[in-house]
């Protein structure tokens, strides 16, 4: 399956500025009943940038129609069977690490997350060649950040009791 | 205070070690991320603002600007050495550049950058010290609705000319606008977007939504495929730049100096398009023209300039407006509020000795760069060298220590990683972050002055036209429109005329 790029983002800012102007906008912004002018409510200037949205979106669409006959050739098209599927997997592998390494700062503490998460990113992700490096500076960089944040900059690094830091 | 007061203010605040120590180890900073192939200098930028927070504002804000100015020369030397630009602005350096060192001549080439560099840099803070006081007076005279008219300008141009394709831009902008209006209503305090998270009443913050968009994308990108491919670097060899050669550049150099101090000056250009420009006026004025493209150090010359020329420039509408000219100024615009000062007309009135204090660093900055500049060239083979594999990590533990740092909050290293997937997800689909970033940061600006506005005149929009300035910045928004949709239908015509060459060529096949 090959989708033009263009038309599918033409389609998702047309979809989600009617998703603002109709669902977002009259659920999440509170708008006081006393409001004397439209143009001073909190929510005129949400519902501009809609409108605007919407108007941007139909208009990637219309072009994308008037150029439907040309085989554009310096158009970029996703085409999801030409790109190996791996790279996707390993993109659903990093955002699954990203959120482990959110997960586990308040855990064991900022210092000790980041050196493991980065010895997983360069040595497991990576796969890189320099791994006695990578384990030095993966101990080294976020030790050295404590130090300049928590003791020079005075802000307060999470830290828990395991392996706690002076 | 009289001026002579002014200025000796601020030579006191910027004669201290730690201010000259700041900007020094900025530039080298600058230098080195600018000249790693994979950092941009807004990432390396965006990645220092955290470590200024500790700092005195005039210290800060200094080492930002080493960072700024140092980065956009280091992007030269991988362009020339390794055909692959630091930065977008090195991008017309490689056109003359790498010839000139397959010809063995690249000690020629990298003196050149440094020197054109260096002094186009001189002519781009005369331009900033000459103008932006003078723009600043006469900004004196805007209100909310003058303001917000220059605003609707600046967001035209800087939306349109983001990209080659206007829509993507402008929708990016959108959607920067959008993100700037989460949090507590300016008038009235009631919620928007917050959606029960008490998190989010402050808003975005400005830097984690910046970490997030400019360094994680990159990370995001690496973990998808990741390599440590090493580029061949060229020996600088014996051959150096002479005098003579730098003499008859001169009038190249200061050239492109002049275009890169017009087009810095204007919000939204850049550095790429005044150095492309300061390279084709080169080449159209140059006796040696039919020699560019395959080594001539005059086009070397012109496109050094033309990039380094931009950035004391991009400081005018920063200082004297309070308008970010690109995504860099931005940054530096969070550094002034990150310290309680907002740049604009008041600046020069309230804070007149900071001001000039920087006009003094930035002078000085040209003087490190030269000398730091030509350090780094000696040594860039082994700043080439550093693995991917280990760079990338690194950046990724700087982000969160810096995300965090902001305002002591794990919530705002969430923010950074999902504004992070959001940069990538538009990279992917070709929408340019720049046009995100600016509008996130002049949205509330924008809100502000025309609900002010509105409040002025009960609610009718006469006020917004009220006077010559008002006109002159719709006038000039409505032209830059006019001119976008030109030059936006004539690359289609051009596009369909190259389609039908080309399948003239496969019929003819």
Same mark, same amino acid.
């Given at each position: 399956?090959?989708?033009?790029?263009?038309?599918?983002?033409?389609?998702?800012?047309?979809?989600?500025?009617?998703?603002?102007?109709?669902?977002?906008?009259?659920?999440?912004?509170?708008?006081?009943?006393?409001?004397?002018?439209?143009?001073?409510?909190?929510?005129?200037?949400?519902?501009?940038?809609?409108?605007?949205?919407?108007?941007?979106?139909?208009?990637?669409?219309?072009?994308?129609?008037?150029?439907? !006959?040309? !085989?554009?050739?310096?158009?970029? !098209?996703?085409?999801?069977?030409?790109?190996?599927?791996?790279?996707?997997?390993?993109?659903?592998?990093?955002?699954?690490?990203?959120?482990?390494?959110?997960?586990?700062?308040?855990?064991?503490?900022?210092?000790?997350?980041?050196?493991?998460?980065?010895?997983?990113?360069?040595?497991?992700?990576?796969?890189?060649?320099?791994?006695?490096?990578?384990?030095?500076?993966?101990?080294?960089?976020?030790?050295?950040?404590?130090?300049?944040?928590?003791?020079?900059?005075?802000?307060?690094?999470?830290?828990?009791?395991?392996?706690?830091?002076? | 205070?009289?001026?002579?007061?002014?200025?000796?203010?601020?030579?006191?605040?910027?004669?201290?070690?730690?201010?000259?120590?700041?900007?020094?180890?900025?530039?080298?900073?600058?230098?080195?991320?600018?000249?790693?192939?994979?950092?941009?200098?807004?990432?390396?930028?965006?990645?220092?603002?955290?470590?200024?927070?500790?700092?005195?504002?005039?210290?800060?804000?200094?080492?930002?600007?080493?960072?700024?100015?140092?980065?956009?020369?280091?992007?030269?030397?991988?362009?020339?050495?390794?055909?692959?630009?630091?930065?977008?602005?090195?991008?017309?350096?490689?056109?003359?550049?790498?010839?000139?060192?397959?010809?063995?001549?690249?000690?020629?080439?990298?003196?050149?950058?440094?020197?054109?560099?260096?002094?186009?840099?001189?002519?781009?803070?005369?331009?900033?010290?000459?103008?932006?006081?003078?723009?600043?007076?006469?900004?004196?005279?805007?209100?909310?609705?003058?303001?917000?008219?220059?605003?609707?300008?600046?967001?035209?141009?800087?939306?349109?000319?983001?990209?080659?394709?206007?829509?993507?831009?402008?929708?990016?902008?959108?959607?920067?606008?959008?993100?700037?209006?989460?949090?507590?209503?300016?008038?009235?305090?009631?919620?928007?977007?917050?959606?029960?998270?008490?998190?989010?009443?402050?808003?975005?913050?400005?830097?984690?939504?910046?970490?997030?968009?400019?360094?994680?994308?990159?990370?995001?990108?690496?973990?998808?495929?990741?390599?440590?491919?090493?580029?061949?670097?060229?020996?600088?060899?014996?051959?150096?730049?002479?005098?003579?050669?730098?003499?008859?550049?001169?009038?190249?150099?200061?050239?492109?100096?002049?275009?890169?101090?017009?087009?810095?000056?204007?919000?939204?250009?850049?550095?790429?398009?005044?150095?492309?420009?300061?390279?084709?006026?080169?080449?159209?004025?140059?006796?040696?023209?039919?020699?560019?493209?395959?080594?001539?150090?005059?086009?070397?010359?012109?496109?050094?300039?033309?990039?380094?020329?931009?950035?004391?420039?991009?400081?005018?509408p920063l200082l004297a407006l309070g308008i970010p000219g690109d995504v860099i100024t931005a940054i530096i615009i969070g550094a002034f509020m990150i310290h309680g000062l907002q740049p604009g007309p008041l600046l020069f009135q309230n804070n007149a000795d900071l001001v000039y204090a920087l006009f003094m660093g930035l002078i000085l900055s040209s003087i490190f760069m030269f000398f730091i500049g030509s350090f780094a060239v000696k040594v860039f083979k082994n700043i080439?060298?550093?693995?991917?594999?280990?760079?990338?990590?690194?950046?990724?533990?700087?982000?969160?220590?810096?995300?965090?740092?902001?305002?002591?909050?794990?919530?705002?290293?969430?923010?950074?990683?999902?504004?992070?997937?959001?940069?990538?997800?538009?990279?992917?689909?070709?929408?340019?972050?720049?046009?995100?970033?600016?509008?996130?940061?002049?949205?509330?600006?924008?809100?502000?002055?025309?609900?002010?506005?509105?409040?002025?005149?009960?609610?009718?929009?006469?006020?917004?036209?009220?006077?010559?300035?008002?006109?002159?910045?719709?006038?000039?928004?409505?032209?830059?429109?006019?001119?976008?949709?030109?030059?936006?239908?004539?690359?289609?015509?051009?596009?369909?005329?190259?389609?039908?060459?080309?399948?003239?060529?496969?019929?003819?096949?």
């Amino acid at each position: 399956m090959s989708i033009k790029r263009d038309t599918l983002v033409g389609f998702l800012i047309t979809i989600f500025s009617l998703l603002l102007v109709f669902y977002f906008i009259p659920n999440y912004i509170d708008s006081p009943t006393f409001v004397r002018k439209i143009v001073l409510s909190p929510v005129f200037w949400p519902t501009i940038i809609g409108w605007l949205m919407f108007i941007i979106g139909i208009g990637i669409l219309i072009s994308q129609y008037l150029n439907r !006959k040309s !085989k554009d050739l310096t158009e970029k !098209k996703v085409s999801y069977d030409d790109k190996p599927s791996k790279t996707y997997d390993r993109l659903l592998m990093f955002a699954v690490f990203m959120i482990a390494y959110y997960l586990l700062i308040p855990v064991i503490g900022m210092v000790w997350s980041s050196c493991i998460a980065f010895i997983i990113f360069s040595i497991f992700i990576s796969g890189t060649e320099h791994r006695k490096t990578a384990v030095i500076v993966g101990f080294l960089l976020p030790l050295a950040l404590y130090v300049f944040f928590y003791h020079v900059a005075g802000v307060h690094i999470p830290h828990t009791d395991l392996m706690r830091l002076p | 205070m009289n001026t002579l007061d002014i200025l000796v203010n601020a030579f006191h605040l910027v004669a201290t070690w730690n201010s000259i120590l700041a900007l020094g180890f900025g530039v080298l900073i600058g230098v080195i991320a600018g000249a790693i192939p994979g950092i941009s200098v807004t990432m390396a930028v965006a990645l220092a603002l955290p470590f200024t927070f500790v700092l005195e504002p005039i210290v800060g804000i200094l080492f930002l600007l080493g960072v700024y100015k140092g980065g956009i020369f280091g992007g030269s030397i991988p362009a020339i050495l390794i055909k692959t630009p630091g930065t977008p602005a090195s991008s017309a350096t490689i056109l003359d550049g790498y010839p000139m060192v397959k010809n063995g001549q690249a000690g020629k080439a990298m003196g050149m950058a440094l020197y054109a560099s260096c002094t186009a840099d001189i002519i781009s803070n005369l331009s900033l010290i000459l103008f932006a006081g003078w723009l600043a007076s006469f900004a004196m005279e805007f209100g909310p609705p003058e303001f917000f008219a220059l605003i609707v300008f600046s967001l035209t141009i800087i939306a349109g000319i983001a990209g080659d394709k206007l829509l993507h831009g402008l929708f990016a902008a959108t959607l920067g606008l959008l993100m700037a209006t989460v949090g507590l209503d300016l008038v009235y305090g009631t919620d928007r977007f917050i959606m029960g998270n008490t998190d989010l009443m402050g808003g975005l913050n400005f830097i984690v939504v910046l970490i997030g968009l400019f360094a994680i994308p990159e990370i995001i990108a690496y973990a998808r495929r990741p390599s440590d491919e090493r580029a061949m670097v060229q020996s600088l060899g014996d051959d150096k730049l002479t005098f003579s050669e730098y003499k008859r550049c001169f009038r190249t150099i200061c050239r492109g100096g002049v275009i890169g101090a017009i087009l810095g000056s204007i919000p939204g250009i850049g550095a790429a398009p005044a150095a492309f420009l300061s390279y084709s006026e080169a080449r159209r004025k140059s006796k040696n023209r039919d020699n560019f493209g395959k080594g001539e150090i005059e086009g070397v010359a012109a496109a050094e300039s033309g990039n380094s020329g931009v950035s004391g420039a991009t400081l005018i509408p920063l200082l004297a407006l309070g308008i970010p000219g690109d995504v860099i100024t931005a940054i530096i615009i969070g550094a002034f509020m990150i310290h309680g000062l907002q740049p604009g007309p008041l600046l020069f009135q309230n804070n007149a000795d900071l001001v000039y204090a920087l006009f003094m660093g930035l002078i000085l900055s040209s003087i490190f760069m030269f000398f730091i500049g030509s350090f780094a060239v000696k040594v860039f083979k082994n700043i080439a060298n550093i693995p991917k594999s280990i760079l990338l990590p690194s950046v990724l533990v700087l982000c969160v220590f810096g995300g965090y740092a902001v305002n002591n909050s794990l919530f705002d290293v969430m923010v950074m990683f999902a504004m992070g997937g959001l940069g990538y997800v538009m990279t992917r689909l070709d929408l340019p972050s720049a046009p995100f970033l600016i509008a996130f940061v002049l949205g509330p600006l924008l809100e502000d002055n025309f609900r002010q506005s509105m409040l002025m005149s009960g609610g009718s929009a006469d006020i917004l036209f009220r006077g010559v300035i008002t006109w002159c910045f719709w006038a000039l928004t409505i032209l830059t429109i006019i001119f976008l949709i030109r030059t936006y239908l004539k690359d289609k015509k051009y596009k369909k005329q190259l389609k039908m060459n080309a399948l003239d060529v496969e019929v003819a096949k």
